[in-house]
């Protein structure tokens, strides 16, 4: 299946001030992040257009991150190396995703038959933060951890979206949506619309709006406060889902894993 190029990350928060902020830094980030969606390794032309940062900028930097381990380089090309693992582990150790998150999600993969994925929310994005396939014979998302999807096109985005708070909703709608299919909701109205009956249902359903022929089903992980913490996904083929009772069975067995995850995310 298809990857389409993500949205950028949110900017740095205006709570920080800009002379406490290393801009250097900043920049040495944006060019990892460009990494991201690239299929092959990128030159430092490329890199200098992906980030919009000088060109002899771009390649200080780069050499900056090969002289730490953080990316190769071949025929003056450059790819990252396993070591840009290590900036995700912190957060996955935190939260003991190995020990806890991944048994919790295999089982109910297992029961549900479905591969399942769990997200939480960076800026207009939801990331893949952990994966629990079902069975192979049936069709994938194709995405794996670090993975990212917009919040307004997927069942898993909008499981998140729909549970936050209304500042960042306003926030999101207020700025021009991504369209990726003809059947994708550009309309903020509409998609408020779709965002109110997701809180009320408890479980998003999405069907085309970022790959043809593709249906999604998703439910929040939810703090005490009613907030999602992160959300619980699966996707398959647009016929297995087209009765309500089946999407509504499968939505139910996800909220049952999303009470179970709550406590240790």
Same mark, same amino acid.
């Given at each position: 299946m298809?990857?389409?190029?993500?949205?950028?990350?949110?900017?740095?928060?205006t709570?920080?001030?800009d002379k406490d902020i290393?801009l250097t830094?900043a920049?040495?980030?944006?060019v990892?992040?460009?990494?991201?969606?690239?299929a092959?390794?990128?030159?430092?032309?490329?890199?200098?257009?992906?980030t919009?940062?000088?060109?002899?900028v771009?390649?200080r930097?780069?050499?900056?991150?090969v002289?730490?381990g953080?990316?190769?380089?071949?025929?003056?090309?450059?790819?990252?190396?396993p070591r840009?693992?290590r900036?995700?582990?912190?957060?996955?150790?935190?939260r003991?995703?190995?020990?806890?998150v991944?048994?919790?999600?295999?089982?109910?993969?297992?029961?549900l038959?479905?591969?399942?994925s769990?997200?939480v929310?960076?800026?207009?994005?939801a990331?893949y933060?952990?994966?629990s396939?079902?069975d192979?014979?049936?069709i994938?998302? @194709?995405f794996?951890i670090?993975s990212r999807?917009p %919040?307004?096109?997927?069942a #898993?985005?909008? &499981?998140? $979206?729909a549970?936050?708070?209304e500042a960042?909703?306003d926030?999101l709608?207020a700025a021009?949506?991504?369209s990726?299919?003809p059947a994708?909701?550009?309309?903020?109205a509409?998609l408020r619309t779709?965002?109110?009956?997701?809180?009320?249902?408890g479980?998003?359903?999405?069907t085309g709006?970022?790959?043809? @022929?593709?249906?999604s089903?998703?439910?929040?992980? %939810?703090?005490?406060d009613? #907030?999602?913490k &992160?959300? $619980?996904?699966?996707?398959?083929?647009?016929?297995?889902?087209e009765?309500n009772s089946v999407?509504?069975?499968?939505?139910?067995t996800?909220k049952?894993c999303?009470?179970?995850?709550a406590s240790f995310?």
């Open positions: 298809s990857v389409s190029e993500p949205e950028k990350a949110a900017p740095l928060s709570e920080i001030a290393s830094f920049k040495g980030m944006e990892l992040e460009a990494f991201e969606s690239a092959t390794p990128l030159t430092i032309p490329d890199l200098a257009r992906l919009g940062i000088n060109r002899s771009t390649r930097l780069i050499l900056t991150l002289r730490l953080y990316l190769t380089e071949a025929h003056r090309a450059y790819a990252p190396t840009v693992l900036l995700a582990s912190g957060y996955l150790k935190g003991q995703f190995g020990r806890t991944q048994p919790v999600m295999a089982a109910y993969s297992r029961q038959g479905d591969a399942i769990l997200a929310r960076d800026g207009s994005d990331i933060v952990a994966y396939p079902g192979p014979a049936l994938t998302s @194709g794996g670090g999807l %919040l307004t096109a997927t #898993i985005g909008r &499981a998140l $979206l549970f936050s708070e960042i909703i926030e709608l021009p949506l991504p990726f299919t994708t909701k550009t309309d903020p509409a779709d965002l109110c009956e997701t809180r009320s249902r479980y998003a359903r999405v709006e970022y790959e043809p @022929g593709v249906t089903v998703a439910v929040p992980v %939810l703090g005490t009613r #907030i999602a &992160a959300a $619980l996904g699966i996707v398959g083929p647009e016929a297995r889902f009765e999407c509504t069975q499968k939505a139910t996800l049952e999303a009470e179970t995850l995310l």
